[in-house]
């Protein structure tokens, strides 16, 4: 009887990805991939909030795509994507920087549509965004209505360190 092999242990970061990070950081192994999320509970009406995404202290991570949701403020009805007309959006901006690398992934803020999808329908980068150990991913999230929102931010991530270098979010 032939055994089976799982591939579950076999993903490795497409090849395209390659190009967007050092020759140093390409994987000899498969890759675990993993997710982040960040919480603004509630995001202030009006306001800007300013926080910082730490993937791991040990090993580097290529940030690939986005999800989010927007939820009214007692977390019952889902506002954005599913709620709103496709005309509206979330009316929310985002920025990305990585301080450290004094990198700005954008010129500007831009809508959260342009750069997060939803759950069902990520949104996959064109150029991903590598993050050296340790190194901290800052989100700027301004909102432009005059009602408080929960927003949460869900990041797709690869480790692109070797293994054996650490764990998963260490």
Not at 66 to 88: F, H, K, R, Y
Not at 133 to 140: F, M, N
Request: charged share 15%; proline share 9%.
């Amino acid at each position: 009887m032939e055994q089976q092999v799982a591939f579950r242990d076999e993903q490795y970061i497409p090849d395209f990805l390659y190009g967007f990070v050092p020759p140093s950081w390409w994987p000899e192994k498969p890759r675990d991939y993993f997710t982040r999320t960040l919480n603004l509970l509630p995001l202030a009406a009006g306001g800007a909030e300013i926080s910082s995404v730490v993937f791991s202290k040990t090993l580097h991570t290529l940030v690939f795509a986005g999800i989010a949701s927007v939820m009214a403020s007692d977390d019952l009805t889902e506002l954005w994507p599913l709620g709103q007309p496709l005309n509206t959006g979330s009316r929310k901006l985002v920025l990305l920087e990585t301080p450290a690398a004094q990198t700005r992934h954008s010129s500007h803020a831009v809508p959260l549509e342009n750069m997060f999808g939803s759950a069902a329908k990520p949104a996959l980068w064109p150029i991903p965004l590598p993050v050296q150990r340790g190194a901290a991913l800052q989100v700027t999230v301004s909102d432009l209505e005059a009602t408080a929102r929960n927003v949460r931010l869900t990041f797709v991530c690869a480790v692109i360190d070797p293994l054996q270098t650490g764990t998963v979010g260490g």
